[in-house]
C-alpha cells in the first residue's frame, strides 16, 4: 500500500516552507496509509469534491480528535467499539487534517461493495456430526451481517431461532436520525441474500420436514441488516454492533458473505474492525471473492490472518472456476478453507426478489414444488462462507473453549485434501466437519502462531 506523500502535497497546496515545525510532523504523515482513491483526488489542489471517509486512529479517539474535525469542517460520526470515526467534508480538509495530528492510522474512502451471489450437510459431514456425535450448535450464536433476515420464514422464526434482527440503513450517519431498527420481523426487503445465508447456517427445517436444515440446526442467529446496497460505512456500524452486543447476545461467530476487490492492508477500517472482533474472541469468516479462476482475485478482507477466508467447491469436491484465487507463495493471499458453495438450497425470503428470480431455473430442477415457495438455490463463495460458520458452531458447541485461533487450526489441520489444488487456489482442502468437531471435542489440536496460518 503506497503512502501518502504529504511533503509534495503540502507544497503545492499550501506554498509551505520548510520549518522546524514541519520537519517534526512529517514522519507522523508519512505513516498514514491513505487509500489511492483519496490520493488520487488529493494530487488535484482545485478538487472540491465532497467525500465520506473513515479515518482510523492508533487509538480509541478522544473528544478532542473528533471537536478536531468538526471545526476543519467535518461532518462526524463515531462508532463506540471501533477506533474510528466516519466523516464527510470536502476532500481539500484531509490535507489541513493530515498537517493538524500524528494519532491517524489510516485513511478510507467509503465505498460500494458486493455480496458474492454465485444436500451440501451430509458431503461435509455435518449430519454425522448431528447422528455420531451429539452436536448440533445448541447454545451457540452466529450474527449474519449481510442484506438482513426473514425471520418471518418458519425456518427462521424470530425470537426462536433469530434472537435478534436489526435493520441498518434507515436513518443517515451524519444526522440525528436513528441509525438502526432493532427487533424486525424482517429485514430482507429487497435482496433474499441474507436470508439464504442464514438458513445454510442455522435454519432449522421445519418448512421441508427437516430436508434443508442447516448445519448448525440448533445455533441462534443475530440478523445485521445492512441491506443490498451494502457499503464500508453501514458494515463497520454492523460489526461495532456486534463488538458493542457480544455479551447480551453471546455472538461467537460473525458471518461475512461480502467483500471487495483490490489490495490487502491490515490497517483498512474493515481489517481493523474484524481485528477487534477477533480480540473480543468472535471468529470472523469471509467469503473468499468471486473473481476466479485468475490468480490474485482474493476479496481483501478476507486475507486477514485473524479470519477465516472460504472459497467454493463444487459437490464433487472440486475448486468452483468463479471461486476467487490469491498469490502463490504469498504470506496472506490465499484462501484457508473450501466449502461447497455450487447450487446450494436454502431458505427462500419472501420478500427476497433479487435472489427469487435469480434461482428460478436452477429451483425447478433441484427442488420439490411442495417446497419451492420456501426455499431457492444459488452459488457462490457467499453460499461456502456459511458452511464455516455452521461447521465453527458446532465446534464451539463441542469445546466452549473453542478460540478464533483455534477454530481456523482444527479446521486446516482435519481438511480434506484436494488433489491437483495449490493452497493459493483451495487452502487447505476441503472442510471436514466431522473430523474438524471430533477434534474440537477431544481438544486435539495444536495452535499454530498468528504467522503460520496463512503461510
Known sequence: MKKFSVIALAFMLFGLILSPSFTTT???FLSVDLDPKLQSLLSNPLSSEEVEVIITYNDMPLLSDIKLLETLGFETKAFSELPMVAAKGKVSLLNQLLLTTTNILSIYSNEDLQYFLRDSRALIGAESVWNDLG???KGVTVAV??????ATHQDLKYGEKVIQNVKFVVGDLFGNEPLYLEN????????GHGTHVAGTIAGSGTASDGLYKGVAPEAKLVGLGVGEGINILWSLEAFDYAIKNQEKYGIDVISNSWGSTGEYSPDHPI????????DSGMTVVFAAGNEGPEDNTLNPYSAAPWVISVAAGTKDKQLADFSSRGVAGDEYLHPDITAPGVDIVATRSSTGLVMNVLGTVTDATYIDPLHLPFYTTSSGTSMATPHISGVIALMKEANPSLTPDMALDLMVQTADQMAG???????????????AVEAAAAGTITVLSNNAKKK
Do not use: F, P, R
Request: aromatic fraction near 10%.
Open 26 to 28: 512529517k514522519a507522523a
Open 135 to 137: 452436536y448440533t450448535g
Open 145 to 150: 451481517i449481510d442484506s438482513g433476515i426473514d
Open 184 to 191: 424486525q420481523l424482517n429485514t430482507d426487503t429487497s435482496s
Open 271 to 278: 481489517n481493523v474492525a474484524s481485528k477487534k472482533a477477533h
Open 421 to 435: 489444488y495449490q493452497l493459493h487456489e483451495a487452502g487447505a482442502g476441503y472442510v471436514n466437519a466431522y473430523k
